[in-house]
């Protein structure tokens, strides 16, 4: 538990009550509420939890003021430059770097795993062919504990290890096959001599009549977009899965919960989103138009992939993000499309907008995303894929850490009730 180092006292009618007020490593303080309903008899009201820390954790800090994302204090910078997606799962699942022989040992373990049960293709079947992958994945990985019964039981630490590699190995096996099974091709099964990334790529775009090559330009950035989405703290998705396994939910059933809150456009969804909204302004000439519903608020249209929740200044991964799409889109030959020219155009006029400045708007790490998966040759139905894949690690290392905590407790908020009071009933022939 972190250290307790002042109080805070909260007056209300006339009487006072103590408020312990904890102190993190990082970040401001926070008023220790748990007992202020016993005590005080009152519930405190915020909605979106946008003052609430709902856990302890190690995992991951974000300064949105700084625009500074560490993942166990290492640098989203620092990773993106020298580390790689399985080196940043390990971090994120263990709390360490791994030595050269826990790295082998843990990529041996996962691309072990990279197949799935041999039954899960019958069961594919069942979806509608046109299903979008990420109603394909909610299904799937919720199947899992249909598959997988012997790494079920949480409050065994080895099955939830087993259920965590199964998971961060079967995950782009899983969102791969859904979009083979979209576009009616075969599935292809994963090539173990492949690293994590090109192995995703190899299942989506190769075909049983031709040879395929991996890209290694576009596993790298494959492997950098998985690295920047892997982890988020406490975000909408990551809550989700905490506050399904906070019932003792399975860990298929909680990463299912997890995906299916990320498919939200407000969430992992914005990559997609943005593509779309790329595509719809078309030309550099339609942007003003698109800027002025944006800032309109009678439109309900928003900027996709623009603002956050946290970053109120810049959002680091999107830094990483846009200088790996020039990179990307330069070495492809592609950094003349219209589409790119939109979004470099639309970045401009949002960055020396009054409107964007003033509520700190700024492209987020969706913006850039869309456009190497797009570039890559993705259609924009897998976007949101490609994020779960990566946030898998995250929403495993949450659950995992939330499970060994032992102030963990079931998560129940209460409410703030505005409807009727006490009525009788009235019956049907006299309303
Ligand atoms: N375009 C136009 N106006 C915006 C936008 C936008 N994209 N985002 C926020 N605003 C305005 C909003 O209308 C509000 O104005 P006012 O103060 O006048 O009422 C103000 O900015 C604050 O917005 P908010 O909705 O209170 O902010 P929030 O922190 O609740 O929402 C957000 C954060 C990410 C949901 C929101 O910025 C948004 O909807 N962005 C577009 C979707 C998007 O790109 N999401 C991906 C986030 S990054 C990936 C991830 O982590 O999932």
Same mark, same amino acid.
């Given at each position: 538990?972190?250290?307790?180092?002042? $109080?805070?006292?909260?007056?209300?009618?006339?009487?006072?009550?103590?408020?312990?007020?904890?102190?993190?490593?990082?970040?401001?303080?926070?008023? /220790?509420?748990?007992? +202020?309903?016993?005590? !005080? %008899?009152?519930?405190?009201?915020?909605?979106?939890? $946008?003052?609430?820390?709902?856990?302890?954790?190690?995992?991951?800090?974000? %300064?949105?003021?700084?625009?500074?994302? +560490?993942?166990?204090?290492?640098?989203?910078?620092?990773?993106?430059?020298?580390?790689? &997606?399985?080196?940043?799962?390990?971090?994120?699942?263990?709390?360490?770097?791994?030595?050269?022989?826990? +790295? =082998?040992?843990?990529?041996?373990?996962?691309?072990?795993?990279?197949?799935?049960?041999?039954?899960?293709?019958?069961?594919?079947?069942?979806?509608?062919? %046109?299903?979008?992958?990420?109603?394909?994945?909610?299904?799937?990985?919720?199947?899992?504990?249909?598959? &997988?019964?012997?790494?079920?039981?949480?409050? =065994?630490?080895?099955?939830? @290890?087993?259920?965590?590699?199964?998971?961060?190995?079967?995950?782009? $096996?899983?969102?791969?096959?859904?979009?083979?099974?979209?576009?009616?091709?075969?599935?292809?099964?994963?090539?173990?001599?492949? =690293? &994590?990334?090109?192995?995703?790529?190899?299942?989506?775009?190769?075909?049983?009549?031709? =040879?395929?090559?991996?890209?290694?330009?576009?596993?790298?950035?494959?492997?950098?977009?998985?690295?920047?989405?892997?982890?988020?703290?406490?975000?909408?998705? $990551?809550?989700?899965?905490?506050?399904?396994?906070?019932?003792?939910?399975?860990?298929?059933?909680?990463?299912?919960?997890?995906?299916?809150?990320?498919?939200?456009? !407000?969430?992992?969804?914005?990559?997609?989103?943005?593509?779309?909204?790329?595509?719809?302004?078309?030309?550099?000439?339609?942007?003003?138009?698109?800027?002025?519903?944006?800032? /309109?608020?009678?439109?309900?249209?928003?900027?996709?992939?623009?603002?956050?929740? #946290?970053?109120?200044?810049? /959002?680091?991964? !999107?830094?990483?993000?846009? @200088?790996?799409? /020039?990179?990307?889109?330069?070495?492809?030959?592609?950094?003349?499309?219209?589409?790119?020219?939109?979004?470099?155009?639309?970045?401009?006029?949002?960055?020396?907008?009054?409107?964007?400045?003033?509520?700190?708007?700024?492209?987020?790490?969706?913006?850039?995303?869309?456009?190497?998966? @797009?570039?890559?040759?993705?259609?924009?139905?897998?976007?949101?894929?490609?994020?779960?894949?990566?946030?898998? #690690?995250?929403?495993?290392?949450?659950?995992?850490?939330?499970?060994?905590?032992?102030?963990?407790?079931?998560?129940?908020?209460?409410?703030?009730?505005?409807? @009727?009071?006490?009525?009788?009933?009235?019956?049907?022939?006299?309303?």
């Amino acid at each position: 538990m972190a250290e307790t180092t002042k $109080t805070a006292t909260l007056t209300l009618d006339g009487k006072s009550y103590d408020l312990p007020v904890h102190s993190p490593t990082l970040g401001p303080d926070v008023l /220790d509420i748990r007992k +202020l309903y016993a005590e !005080a %008899d009152v519930f405190t009201f915020d909605p979106g939890f $946008t003052s609430t820390a709902s856990c302890e954790s190690t995992i991951t800090y974000i %300064d949105g003021d700084k625009g500074e994302l +560490l993942h166990r204090g290492d640098s989203i910078e620092e990773l993106a430059k020298h580390s790689h &997606y399985l080196e940043v799962c390990y971090l994120l699942l263990y709390g360490e770097l791994p030595t050269a022989a826990q +790295l =082998d040992d843990f990529t041996g373990r996962v691309t072990r795993h990279t197949m799935v049960h041999e039954q899960m293709h019958y069961f594919f079947r069942g979806f509608r062919r %046109d299903s979008h992958p990420m109603a394909t994945m909610v299904g799937v990985v919720g199947a899992m504990s249909a598959f &997988y019964h012997d790494s079920l039981d949480i409050s =065994d630490p080895w099955q939830r @290890e087993v259920a965590a590699i199964r998971m961060i190995a079967k995950l782009p $096996t899983i969102a791969a096959m859904a979009y083979k099974y979209s576009i009616g091709q075969p599935f292809v099964y994963p090539k173990n001599s492949l =690293d &994590y990334a090109g192995n995703f790529l190899h299942m989506c775009f190769s075909i049983p009549a031709e =040879d395929y090559v991996v890209n290694p330009i576009l596993s790298k950035a494959m492997d950098r977009i998985m690295m920047l989405h892997a982890d988020h703290e406490q975000n909408a998705s $990551t809550s989700t899965v905490r506050l399904a396994g906070s019932s003792g939910a399975n860990p298929f059933a909680c990463i299912a919960a997890g995906i299916a809150c990320l498919w939200g456009p !407000a969430h992992g969804g914005a990559n997609q989103a943005c593509l779309e909204m790329l595509k719809e302004i078309g030309t550099v000439d339609r942007i003003p138009e698109f800027v002025a519903k944006a800032k /309109d608020k009678n439109s309900g249209f928003r900027l996709m992939g623009f603002g956050h929740r #946290v970053y109120k200044n810049f /959002d680091p991964r !999107a830094t990483v993000m846009k @200088e790996s799409a /020039d990179e990307v889109l330069g070495l492809l030959g592609v950094d003349n499309n219209p589409l790119l020219q939109v979004a470099k155009e639309l970045e401009r006029i949002a960055l020396s907008d009054d409107y964007f400045i003033s509520k700190k708007l700024y492209p987020n790490v969706d913006f850039y995303s869309g456009i190497i998966l @797009e570039a890559m040759g993705f259609p924009t139905s897998m976007f949101t894929p490609i994020f779960a894949i990566s946030r898998t #690690v995250g929403w495993i290392s949450q659950w995992k850490e939330m499970i060994a905590d032992k102030n963990q407790k079931i998560g129940r908020p209460r409410q703030l009730y505005v409807g @009727e009071t006490h009525r009788s009933y009235v019956d049907v022939r006299h309303r």
